[in-house]
């Protein structure tokens, strides 16, 4: 597991990061996937921001309803792309945040995207309990035996963090509700995918 001195190897002030992290879920991320539930895709999304001034590169929605492999992060990780090469920064230069802990398939897409690092708010016990999306797990369990869906978060590639255990690491109580606040939207909108997610597009594993 990635520790303290490897999150101060990307940032001085991981509070500031976090706060902008959140910021970013909740202003940018939180009003595309409000839209996108209603459609039935999935809550999940991601953004990408510059390491050196915390700016936004992209910020995406899960569009599963387009084509099945739309996950949040690989949606976000296609904008990235999208933008032409004399525009874009290295993906090794910017921070991938992460609405949901990334499934099998958007974990190689960050890896095979260049990045060293992300974060993501909500884990994958989060996403089968709280959001009654079991298959993060099941397919890690499935397809690699691998117990509780868990990986490693510190490898050759890239190191993972969980938003949660930084906040609950420096106790600030800013981050705490601005987490907690993020928690109450998206059971809302988890709500409205569950109502809305059979409305006939052809997503497999719903």
């Avoid at 959140?22 to 390491?51: C, H, Q, S």
């Avoid at 510190?154 to 928690?183: M, T, V």
């Amino acid at each position: 597991m990635p520790d303290a001195s490897d999150l101060a190897r990307l940032t001085d002030d991981p509070v500031r990061l976090v706060a902008r992290l959140l910021a970013v879920i909740e202003d940018e991320i939180v009003p595309l996937t409000r839209a996108g539930v209603v459609e039935g895709n999935k809550v999940f999304g991601g953004a990408v921001l510059r390491k050196a001034d915390l700016s936004t590169v992209v910020a995406v929605t899960n569009r599963e309803t387009a084509n099945p492999l739309n996950h949040g992060e690989i949606a976000t990780i296609n904008a990235f792309y999208d933008i032409p090469s004399r525009e874009r920064p290295s993906a090794r230069d910017t921070f991938f945040v992460s609405t949901h802990e990334p499934c099998p398939l958007c974990l190689g897409g960050l890896t095979w995207g260049g990045w060293d690092n992300f974060f993501y708010l909500f884990s994958y016990e989060d996403t089968m309990d709280a959001f009654a999306i079991p298959h993060d797990i099941r397919l890690n369990e499935e397809i690699w035996r691998v117990a509780d869906g868990e990986y490693d978060h510190k490898n050759r590639y890239w190191c993972a963090w969980h938003l949660r255990q930084i906040i609950d690491r420096h106790a600030d109580p800013a981050l705490i509700a601005q987490a907690d606040r993020l928690a109450e939207t998206y059971a809302q909108l988890s709500a409205t995918y569950q109502r809305t997610k059979d409305t006939g597009a052809e997503i497999p594993l719903p």
